[in-house]
């Protein structure tokens, strides 16, 4: 290694590493150690050996100019496809500090890059790797056995990536590599002290496009595999192709679509069953049978009688073999745990019969408050506005020519986006192999009135926390008419004024709008009050007479906190004041499932978007009471 010039490369990796607390979860950004100059063993292919490479972390040696242009953080290195761009260096912000080079990056919205942040939220390291081309070198030589060093003295980092694993342990000599390489120019200089720093090795690039290419093969032919075995369809097979799917990413894609279509059609696009029991999709059957088991009140299908009898095990081996697979000799312990990691109907029949669970859990105790409010959908996590009619409501004369004016619909003042709530929980591979699905009957089912109690939670402290709306002033308020101006308790003369006022509520215009209630909500502490109050009676004479009879509907709401506070509503189909939207095509929680990592079986997720505003004062009353 006597030249005067070495062959490298044309771009070498070293490991590097994040500071996890510089993580700005809202910024999604986190500061990355991109180098500490430390040495590296490398091989020279133009002379053979073995050398140290050091990084002279100095401000004349360094070329920060990809970096602070907005460099990529890649996936593994790989430079071919914007599908590989996880992140960008923020322009501007790589630097030298204390010997370090730190940049700031900042993660993509992409679903890899909404995974690395999940990850880095909960604790989880992120392995990174930086990639740099260096163009001079000064030479020390090495005594005796010693070898020799080379100190980069001018070099430019490339990008940086996340990689799963930084670094090879191994101290070997990497093989022929097939990448470009180049020619650097080496000055000599005489041996110094030895640069401290931890002694470093890596795996070639040759080895990592290798790992890559292999490990990119083997991807693709299981998601077309699976994609063909549980009819997922052309476009979502090359979406998940496309935009770098996991194999198992890939199959909670199917599970999901397989779970929507379910819900909209009785036609369950899964590989349909063996054995001439009937016409319906195993996944379906097998999913009714386990329905059966968990909820007696449930009657399954002709189809699915058949299974209603079998254990898990059996249930599992009934799915192996649907897909050609032959289990003779199988414990319940393997078919579970095959059943399990294959593309069977088994996991999607849980799944199912989960989310039946989950429904009706949730359908069970359905809010009050929900009543009076507007049900709609949004399509997306972005602020949801109210669409109010511009100019008013009334009819306007039409003029001598004929000329009918035109009414247009407006954006409101009042918007509110839709956030994401949920659990995970898991049945292990010992309950099913145990045949105990007494954890799983229960779960989803509380999970389901989990959510139906946190919905509710949700409207009666909006109700009570009173916030500001578009006009800057609270919901309830006495510039907007629906306040009553003093407290008082819940009797004929204070719902006579309450009433009064909700009927002579005006539009923006100022035009009546003549608002009807329709429902009295009050706390359980003013609940045999308000029955007492809204009871027909026989009366005696005109002043025994009930004004309220059979003119408003009670809603009891323990949730409400305020002992005496009592409101008013109007009918939401007449005039909406109170509106909660889900996810469009996903009302109410939803189910996910994933072969556990952390738990020896299968994990449940089970998620919920929602979102929920005031969005007109006016056709909402509050008396504070006595």
Not at 40 to 58: C, H, I, P, Q, T
Not at 221 to 241: C, V, W
């Amino acid at each position: 290694m006597s030249g005067a010039s070495i062959e490298i490369s044309d771009r070498a990796l070293r490991p590097a590493e994040i500071r996890s607390a510089s993580l700005n979860e809202a910024a999604r950004t986190i500061d990355v150690i991109w180098s500490t100059g430390a040495r590296v063993k490398r091989y020279d292919w133009a002379e053979g050996g073995f050398y140290w490479e050091e990084l002279d972390m100095s401000p004349g040696a360094v070329d920060l100019g990809r970096l602070n242009a907005g460099a990529s953080l890649l996936d593994s290195h790989l430079q071919g496809s914007m599908a590989n761009r996880l992140g960008a260096v923020i322009p501007g912000s790589a630097r030298l500090e204390g010997g370090k080079g730190i940049a700031t990056v900042v993660l993509s919205t992409s679903k890899s890059g909404d995974q690395i942040l999940a990850d880095l939220k909960v604790g989880l390291t992120l392995p990174v790797s930086i990639g740099y081309r260096v163009s001079a070198y000064q030479r020390d030589e090495g005594t005796g056995d010693e070898l020799p060093v080379l100190t980069a003295t001018r070099w430019e980092p490339m990008e940086i990536s996340a990689v799963g694993v930084p670094a090879d342990p191994g101290a070997k000599a990497r093989g022929e590599p097939s990448e470009p390489r180049i020619k650097v120019p080496v000055t000599s200089a005489t041996r110094g002290e030895a640069a401290a720093g931890a002694m470093e090795f890596e795996m070639s690039e040759t080895e990592l496009a290798s790992r890559a290419v292999e490990q990119e093969r083997t991807r693709t032919s299981m998601i077309s595999q699976i994609g063909l075995q549980h009819r997922a369809g052309a476009p979502l097979t090359q979406k998940a192709l496309a935009e770098g799917f996991t194999v198992e990413q890939f199959r909670e894609a199917i599970m999901d679509k397989n779970v929507r279509e379910y819900d909209r059609n009785p036609t369950f696009l899964i590989a349909p069953q063996h054995g001439g029991h009937s016409d319906l999709p195993l996944a379906q059957a097998l999913s009714e049978a386990i329905s059966a088991r968990l909820d007696r009140s449930f009657t399954p299908s002709e189809g699915s009688r058949a299974y209603v009898g079998l254990s898990a095990p059996e249930m599992a081996r009934s799915a192996l073999e649907a897909r050609g697979e032959g289990t003779r000799g199988m414990s319940p312990n393997q078919l579970v745990q095959r059943a399990l990691h294959t593309t069977s109907d088994f996991p999607t029949a849980l799944l199912l019969a989960g989310s039946r669970q989950l429904a009706r859990g949730y359908e069970s105790a359905p809010s009050g408050l929900k009543l009076i409010a507007k049900k709609t959908t949004a399509r997306d996590f972005r602020p949801k506005a109210t669409i109010v009619l511009a100019g008013g409501g009334q009819l306007l004369k039409v003029n001598e020519h004929g000329e009918f004016k035109r009414a247009s619909f407006v954006e409101g003042l009042e918007q509110y986006a839709l956030s994401s709530f949920g659990r995970i929980f898991g049945i292990t591979r010992q309950a099913l192999v145990n045949d105990d699905l007494g954890v799983f009957a229960d779960l989803p089912a509380r999970f389901g009135r989990a959510a139906n109690d946190f919905e509710a939670n949700y409207l009666a402290e909006m109700l009570e926390r009173n916030p500001k709306m578009g006009d800057a002033l609270a919901v309830f308020h006495v510039s907007h008419a629906n306040l009553a101006a003093s407290g008082s308790a819940l009797s004929v003369a204070s719902l006579s004024a309450a009433r009064l006022a909700m009927r002579q509520q005006t539009d923006a215009n100022g035009d009546l709008v003549a608002i009807v209630p329709k429902y009295l909500i009050v706390p359980s502490a003013l609940e045999t009050i308000a029955e007492q109050l809204l009871a027909t009676i026989t009366p005696t004479s005109t002043a025994d007479a009930n004004p309220f009879a059979g003119k408003l509907e009670l809603i009891v709401e323990p949730r409400l906190k305020n002992a005496t506070a009592w409101y008013l509503s109007a009918d939401p189909a007449l005039f909406a004041s109170v509106e909660f939207a889900h996810l469009e095509g996903e009302e109410g929680p939803q189910m996910d499932q994933r072969i556990g990592f952390d738990v020896d079986g299968t994990e449940f997720k089970v998620a919920l978007d929602f979102g929920a505003a005031v969005t007109d004062f006016r056709g909402l009353y509050k008396n504070p009471g006595a």
